[in-house]
Structure formats: structure tokens, C-alpha cells
């Protein structure tokens, strides 16, 4: 389908943590794909492992109590998970870089933006500190901060959440990376301001040309900015497809529960309850055996609450991880 | 004819910030000012705005948690603004307010039976053993089963907690609820589920909300009327349908745009407001908005703008619709 060359090619990925009160499987055989310049829109609830797989991406799962336990994941055809720590060390911030929800936990308070930016600059490139400081500038500029010169020697609790955000971004972007990880990255902003970040993303991403994961539970969020989407429950990949497929035809019972579930934004107020998705999900200290969606899944049987889906592709480019997908 | 149940004029609620060797107030937040709106009996007021625009300050001053520093609030034609809270306490059975935080509203070390009981001790409603029949239909009516009434606030999940808080709202059966953002700390897949049990209640118990929230998707199903806010001021208020198909203030617009919509195929005009919410310390002078808005003009830095009736039940303060 895609002839973009493949940039990340994460295969059965499983990442537990052993915790005392037993193994956690936040990542339980994840499968994806991100194409060079793709923007791919990973969607889930708290607990379904989308920030886990982020993190296993960039090998900061931190050890112990959490392992990545088997898998493979393929960066520019190199499994990340073989690299040793200073290879790894090389790739993170350079060709692989992260955004996080909270910006003022993830900026140092007691230097200043200008610092922080360059500091990412010059642990990659050798370049002595007055070129430093010029591109620094030139990424505030980037990123649409007003006043770059007067900013650069700001410190965080000065600025607001779009800026800090807009900081790390800058951050983020001034090695020129490869793939860019936004990790719930406009969750925490107002609506206003969460335009104005995911604008900019976009902006970017054209100009630049950098892949994109976005994670995040906003279906929303995904529809404007993604090309593919992958829906994670419960430590696995349930459906994959390009967005409008997943929009239009949803094949999965949670996949489709959820898009039903959310009120509509542009329809008229009606009285009527909306079809929610009973239950909750699963602890993940007992998964359901067989299907792990079968005890909330409208349509479950016999066979799914015994034995487990494998996932398949019925359609070109439409995987979906389900006994009995839903017709297209 | 629908009768107000409540209703606020003017209400203003600064906070001082106290500095220098005297602690003297040198400055204060304006988190609401003079703003003024009316809920009638059972329907749904929403109060939408950004962080920082003081909406839930509005919705704590009017079931005076805090007290107003200035404006009146009107509670079914009597003036409550002065009530000490002494005076104030018969009148809190019939108002009770719902908090965000699942984790953070209930008291840790209480089993829920004692948390969803507490009201009726603090207004003595009851015997002792109707008071724990009372419990029980509570909890089956949000939707817990009664037996886990001995149970701790850990032991459930964000969207069972919301349930408690619920049913520790309603068990002293009051008119008012204030709902502040209860769902916006849960997954998608349970926020439909406390969404249904609020507005099923509603019905059920012929219940008033205020609800308080920043996801307008949310609001556009669950509201009657919506009231929009900007750094303390009420910018624009109309009927659901009418506020979301016919905006007319030029930050209804802008937030109502920036809202992004769960179809790939929809492509929206979308307005990019420049720069952040200034600060409710010093706001600018005139139309609050006017350093953010795209259509400012010079008297919209000298005069405030008055909220005017454009269509009935639906009011805008802006200068653009006055100049015309």
C-alpha cells in the first residue's frame, strides 16, 4: 500500500513490569509500522500500553521494575532493542525524539529555555556556543514564540503551558529527527491553545518532513492530524488502519463502541443516552482469558472467551484483531 | 413558563494578593467579574471557558463556598448573599456540588457507606437505620452494588468514584447540583457511562445542574442553555442549538472552531487565536478579549462592552454587534 520506506517496524513488542503484586503485561505483542513522513495516531484508554510502547521506542522503560521481555523494533532496518546504551544514547534526542504531556516537569526550572534548547543542540552536534545560541534562536523562532531573543534567557515558570509546550518542541526538533514521539502532547493545553500547538505540528511536520507518533486517547485529536491509526486495548493492537478507514468502518466492537460513545461535537442535543461501552477495563493483574475485550464486547461467544484472535488483515491495509468483526 | 430557580446579578468574586511589611492587598485577581446568568428549575446551565476564565469560582460563589465580594445571588426569589452560614445551612440540603477529581474528593480512611452517609448525619435527616436504607437505594440508583458499602475509595476505580460522589450529592435530595467537570478525569469509554447516569437522574429526580466544563462536545449533549466565559466575564450565553449553529461573539467563534472533531473527512475553517489568556491580575482595559480578538477596533480598549439581547434568551457583550 504505503511505498514510503518503512522508518519503524515494531514486531510483537512485549514489555512487562514485575511488580509485588505480580507481572503487569502493559505491552503484550504490539505490532506497527511508521513510514518515513508518516503521521501515525496510536489511541487508547489509561492502561492499554500506548505510552509503554512510546517508551520502549526510545528504550526508557525503567529497569527494573519494568523489561522489555521480546519483540523487535526496527529503526532505519536496526533493531533498537540490540543497540547498547551509548549507541542508544545517539539515536534518542537526535533521530528519535520525545514530547511529554506535562512540559513543566519535563524543563529544568532553574536554567533557562535558551540553555535547555541549546544544551540539546550541542550534545549532538559539534558546534561551538555561539552557533549554538544562533540556532536555538532560529528553533524559538520556529516554533512561533514571539520576541526569540528576549525569551532565550526566560526561564519556564515564566512562560505559559503553550509556550513551555512550544519550548519542547523546539526541543525536540533541533537535531532534526527522524521520528518524533508526541506523547498526550496537547492533553493538559485549553482548546484554544491545543489548536494552536497542533497547528504548529502540522506546519512542521510539512516542512520538516519528520514521521510522527501521536499518542493520545482523542479521537479527535487523531482525526485531524494522522494518516494511520492504531487502536491499543489491554496491551494490544485491536485494529490498524488508515483513519479514514477507521473513522468510516470501524470492524472492531471497541473501536466502533468507542466512536459511538463520544457525543457529537456538530450534532443537535437529543435526550437520548449515549451507547456507551459497559464495564471497564480489564486489571491488568487478571486479563480475561481468550479475547481481552469479550467480557465488555456485545458480541462475544464461546470461542472468544477461550482462545485468543490473532490479528488479520481483512481489507488491504485494515488489520483488525477480532472473531467477529463487524461488516464493513 | 419555566421558573428560575436561581439566579446571580453582578457577582464578583476578587481574590486579594497580599504583599509588603504590612500585608497590605497590593493587587487582585479578578476571577469573576460581575457576571450575571439564571438557571430554571431542571434544566442545565453549562458554564464553558479556558482555564483561568473562572468558571469554577462562579459556580463555588454561587453556592457561597465562597463568599461574593460583591453581586447578589438569588436562590427560588430570596436573597442569599448574606446569609452567615449559620443561616445558610437548611439551605445547603438543597444544593450540593460534585467535584473533578475522583481521587482527591473523598476522604481516604472512610468506607463509601460512611462517605455517601455523611450528609444525612450533618443535617440529621433520619434514624439511624433509615439513614442506611437511605444509603443503600442510593447506591443502586448511581449504579454501585450496596454491598460495597464497606469498601474503601482505592479499592474502585475513577468512574465508580465519580458514582460515589454522585450518590453522596443526591442522597439529602437536592434541587441544585453544581458539576465540575466530573468527567473530564476519566477514559473515554466511562465518561459515556457517568454522562448517561447524570442527565438519566435528571430526569428521574427533576434535577437543576450547573455544569461546569471545558469539552464542548460534552456540552453541546448535555446542556439547555450554555453561558460562555472569558477571564472573568460571561461573553456570550444562548440557547444549545442557537449558541453552537449561530456564535456571535468573536471568542464563541474562535473556541468553537478550535474544537477538533472525530472525522478525518470534515474539514473545518478553523480560526487560530494568537498568544495566551492574560492574566486575571491585570486584564486589559475595555472588552477583556480585545488583545486576542481579530476583529479589536479602538473603542474596544476604551469601553467595556455591555451585554446585549441580540434574539431572545440569547445575549453577546461585544462592540461589533452595537456598531453597526
Same mark, same amino acid.
Given at each position: 500500500?504505503?511505498?514510503?520506506?518503512?522508518?519503524?517496524?515494531?514486531?510483537?513488542?512485549?514489555?512487562?513490569?514485575?511488580?509485588?503484586?505480580?507481572?503487569?503485561?502493559?505491552?503484550?505483542?504490539?505490532?506497527?509500522?511508521?513510514?518515513?513522513? /508518516?503521521?501515525?495516531?496510536?489511541?487508547?484508554?489509561?492502561?492499554?500500553?500506548?505510552?509503554?510502547?512510546?517508551?520502549?521506542?526510545?528504550?526508557?522503560?525503567?529497569?527494573?521494575?519494568?523489561?522489555?521481555?521480546?519483540?523487535?523494533?526496527?529503526?532505519?532496518? /536496526?533493531?533498537?532493542?540490540?543497540?547498547?546504551?551509548?549507541?542508544?544514547?545517539?539515536?534518542?534526542?537526535?533521530?528519535?525524539?520525545?514530547?511529554?504531556?506535562?512540559?513543566?516537569?519535563?524543563?529544568?526550572?532553574?536554567?533557562?529555555?535558551?540553555?535547555?534548547?541549546?544544551?540539546?543542540?550541542?550534545?549532538?552536534?559539534?558546534?561551538?556556543?555561539?552557533?549554538?545560541?544562533?540556532?536555538?534562536?532560529?528553533?524559538?523562532?520556529?516554533?512561533?514564540?514571539?520576541?526569540? /531573543?528576549?525569551?532565550?534567557?526566560?526561564?519556564?515558570?515564566?512562560?505559559?503551558?503553550?509556550?513551555?509546550?512550544?519550548?519542547?518542541?523546539?526541543?525536540?526538533?533541533?537535531?532534526?529527527?527522524?521520528?518524533?514521539?508526541?506523547?498526550?502532547?496537547?492533553?493538559?493545553?485549553?482548546?484554544?491553545?491545543?489548536?494552536?500547538?497542533?497547528?504548529?505540528?502540522?506546519?512542521?511536520?510539512?516542512?520538516?518532513?519528520?514521521?510522527?507518533?501521536?499518542?493520545?486517547?482523542?479521537?479527535?485529536?487523531?482525526?485531524?492530524?494522522?494518516?494511520?491509526?492504531?487502536?491499543?486495548?489491554?496491551?494490544?493492537?485491536?485494529?490498524?488502519?488508515?483513519?479514514?478507514?477507521?473513522?468510516?468502518?470501524?470492524?472492531?466492537?471497541?473501536?466502533?463502541?468507542?466512536?459511538?460513545?463520544?457525543?457529537?461535537?456538530?450534532?443537535?442535543?437529543?435526550?437520548?443516552?449515549?451507547?456507551?461501552?459497559?464495564?471497564?477495563?480489564?486489571?491488568?493483574?487478571?486479563?480475561?482469558?481468550?479475547?481481552?475485550?469479550?467480557?465488555?464486547?456485545?458480541?462475544?461467544?464461546?470461542?472468544?472467551?477461550? /482462545?485468543?484472535?490473532?490479528?488479520?488483515?481483512?481489507?488491504?491495509?485494515?488489520?483488525?484483531?477480532?472473531?467477529?468483526?463487524?461488516?464493513? | 413558563?419555566?421558573?428560575?430557580?436561581?439566579?446571580?446579578?453582578?457577582?464578583?468574586?476578587?481574590?486579594?494578593?497580599?504583599?509588603?511589611?504590612?500585608?497590605?492587598?497590593?493587587?487582585?485577581?479578578?476571577?469573576?467579574?460581575?457576571?450575571?446568568?439564571?438557571?430554571?428549575?431542571?434544566?442545565?446551565?453549562?458554564?464553558?471557558?479556558?482555564?483561568?476564565?473562572?468558571?469554577?469560582?462562579?459556580?463555588?460563589?454561587?453556592?457561597?463556598?465562597?463568599?461574593?465580594?460583591?453581586?447578589?445571588?438569588?436562590?427560588?426569589?430570596?436573597?442569599?448573599?448574606? !446569609?452567615?452560614?449559620?443561616?445558610?445551612?437548611?439551605?445547603?440540603?438543597?444544593?450540593?456540588?460534585?467535584?473533578?477529581?475522583?481521587?482527591?474528593?473523598?476522604?481516604?480512611?472512610?468506607?463509601?457507606? &460512611?462517605?455517601?452517609?455523611?450528609?444525612?448525619?450533618?443535617?440529621?435527616?433520619?434514624?439511624?437505620?433509615?439513614?442506611?436504607?437511605?444509603?443503600?437505594?442510593?447506591?443502586?440508583?448511581?449504579? !454501585?452494588?450496596?454491598?460495597?458499602?464497606?469498601?474503601?475509595?482505592?479499592?474502585?476505580?475513577?468512574?465508580?468514584?465519580?458514582?460515589?460522589?454522585?450518590?453522596?450529592?443526591?442522597?439529602?435530595?437536592?434541587?441544585?447540583?453544581?458539576?465540575?467537570?466530573?468527567?473530564?478525569?476519566?477514559?473515554?469509554?466511562?465518561?459515556?457511562?457517568?454522562?448517561?447516569?447524570?442527565?438519566?437522574?435528571?430526569?428521574?429526580?427533576?434535577?437543576?445542574?450547573?455544569?461546569?466544563?471545558?469539552?464542548?462536545?460534552?456540552?453541546?449533549?448535555?446542556?439547555?442553555?450554555?453561558?460562555?466565559?472569558?477571564?472573568?466575564?460571561?461573553?456570550?450565553?444562548?440557547?444549545?442549538?442557537?449558541?453552537?449553529?449561530?456564535?456571535?461573539?468573536?471568542?464563541?467563534?474562535?473556541?468553537?472552531?478550535?474544537?477538533?472533531?472525530? &472525522?478525518?473527512?470534515?474539514?473545518?475553517?478553523?480560526?487560530? !487565536?494568537?498568544?495566551?489568556?492574560?492574566?486575571?491580575?491585570?486584564?486589559?482595559?475595555?472588552?477583556?478579549?480585545?488583545?486576542?480578538?481579530?476583529?479589536?477596533?479602538?473603542?474596544?480598549?476604551?469601553?467595556?462592552?455591555?451585554?446585549?439581547?441580540?434574539?431572545?434568551?440569547?445575549?453577546?457583550?461585544?462592540?461589533?454587534?452595537?456598531?453597526?
Amino acid at each position: 500500500m504505503d511505498n514510503r520506506e518503512v522508518l519503524v517496524d515494531i514486531k510483537n513488542l512485549r514489555t512487562f513490569f514485575y511488580t509485588e503484586d505480580g507481572v503487569v503485561p502493559a505491552v503484550d505483542g504490539i505490532d506497527l509500522t511508521i513510514h518515513r513522513g /508518516e503521521v501515525v495516531g496510536l489511541v487508547g484508554e489509561s492502561g492499554c500500553g500506548k505510552s509503554v510502547t512510546a517508551l520502549s521506542i526510545i528504550r526508557l522503560i525503567p529497569n527494573p521494575p519494568g523489561k522489555i521481555i521480546g519483540g523487535e523494533i526496527f529503526f532505519h532496518g /536496526e533493531d533498537l532493542l540490540k543497540k547498547n546504551e551509548e549507541d542508544m544514547r545517539v539515536i534518542r534526542g537526535d533521530k528519535i525524539s520525545m514530547i511529554f504531556q506535562e512540559p513543566m516537569t519535563s524543563l529544568n526550572p532553574v536554567y533557562t529555555i535558551g540553555d535547555q534548547i541549546s544544551e540539546a543542540i550541542t550534545l549532538h552536534q559539534k558546534i561551538d556556543a555561539a552557533e549554538a545560541k544562533k540556532r536555538t534562536i532560529e528553533m524559538i523562532r520556529l516554533v512561533g514564540i514571539p520576541e526569540p /531573543e528576549r525569551r532565550f534567557s526566560q526561564y519556564p515558570h515564566e512562560m505559559s503551558g503553550g509556550m513551555r509546550q512550544r519550548v519542547m518542541i523546539a526541543m525536540a526538533l533541533s537535531s532534526n529527527p527522524d521520528l518524533l514521539i508526541s506523547d498526550e502532547a496537547t492533553t493538559a493545553l485549553d482548546v484554544t491553545i491545543q489548536a494552536q500547538i497542533l497547528d504548529l505540528m502540522r506546519g512542521l511536520q510539512k516542512k520538516l518532513g519528520m514521521a510522527i507518533l501521536i499518542i493520545t486517547h482523542n479521537l479527535a485529536v487523531v482525526a485531524e492530524m494522522a494518516e494511520t491509526i492504531a487502536i491499543a486495548y489491554a496491551g494490544k493492537i485491536v485494529e490498524n488502519a488508515s483513519a479514514k478507514e477507521i473513522f468510516k468502518s470501524p470492524r472492531h466492537p471497541y473501536t466502533y463502541g468507542l466512536l459511538q460513545s463520544i457525543p457529537k461535537f456538530t450534532e443537535k442535543k437529543t435526550n437520548e443516552p449515549l451507547p456507551a461501552i459497559e464495564g471497564m477495563v480489564p486489571s491488568p493483574y487478571h486479563m480475561p482469558k481468550g479475547c481481552r475485550f469479550n467480557p465488555r464486547c456485545p458480541f462475544a461467544t464461546e470461542k472468544c472467551r477461550e /482462545e485468543e484472535p490473532e490479528i488479520l488483515e481483512l481489507t488491504p491495509g485494515h488489520l483488525v484483531r477480532c472473531f467477529h468483526p463487524i461488516e464493513s | 413558563m419555566a421558573t428560575r430557580l436561581v439566579e446571580v446579578q453582578k457577582l464578583k468574586k476578587w481574590f486579594p494578593i497580599k504583599g509588603g511589611v504590612f500585608s497590605t492587598t497590593v493587587a487582585s485577581v479578578k476571577a469573576v467579574d460581575e457576571v450575571s446568568f439564571f438557571i430554571n428549575q431542571g434544566e442545565t446551565l453549562s458554564l464553558v471557558g479556558e482555564s483561568g476564565s473562572g468558571k469554577t469560582t462562579a459556580g463555588r460563589t454561587l453556592l457561597k463556598l465562597l463568599q461574593p465580594t460583591s453581586g447578589k445571588i438569588i436562590y427560588k426569589g430570596k436573597d442569599i448573599t448574606k !446569609l452567615t452560614p449559620n443561616q445558610m445551612r437548611p439551605l445547603r440540603r438543597n444544593m450540593q456540588i460534585m467535584f473533578q477529581d475522583p481521587y482527591g474528593s473523598l476522604n481516604p480512611r472512610m468506607p463509601v457507606g &460512611d462517605i455517601i452517609q455523611e450528609p444525612l448525619d450533618v443535617h440529621g435527616i433520619g434514624t439511624r437505620k433509615e439513614r442506611k436504607q437511605a444509603v443503600a437505594t442510593m447506591m443502586e440508583t448511581v449504579g !454501585l452494588r450496596s454491598e460495597y458499602e464497606k469498601r474503601y475509595p482505592h479499592e474502585f476505580s475513577g468512574g465508580q468514584r465519580q458514582r460515589i460522589g454522585v450518590a453522596r450529592a443526591l442522597i439529602i435530595n437536592p434541587e441544585l447540583l453544581v458539576l465540575d467537570e466530573p468527567i473530564s478525569a476519566l477514559d473515554v469509554s466511562i465518561q459515556s457511562q457517568i454522562i448517561n447516569l447524570l442527565q438519566e437522574l435528571q430526569q428521574r429526580l427533576n434535577l437543576t445542574y450547573l455544569f461546569i466544563a471545558h469539552d464542548l462536545a460534552v456540552v453541546r449533549h448535555m446542556s439547555d442553555r450554555v453561558a460562555v466565559m472569558y477571564l472573568g466575564k460571561i461573553v456570550e450565553t444562548a440557547e444549545n442549538d442557537e449558541l453552537f449553529d449561530h456564535p456571535l461573539h468573536p471568542y464563541t467563534q474562535a473556541l468553537l472552531s478550535a474544537v477538533p472533531v472525530p &472525522d478525518p473527512e470534515v474539514k473545518r475553517e478553523r480560526i487560530i !487565536l494568537q498568544g495566551d489568556i492574560p492574566s486575571p491580575v491585570n486584564p486589559p482595559s475595555g472588552c477583556h478579549f480585545r488583545t486576542r480578538c481579530p476583529y479589536a477596533m479602538p473603542v474596544c480598549k476604551e469601553q467595556e462592552p455591555l451585554a446585549i439581547e441580540v434574539a431572545p434568551g440569547h445575549t453577546v457583550a461585544c462592540h461589533l454587534l452595537t456598531k453597526k
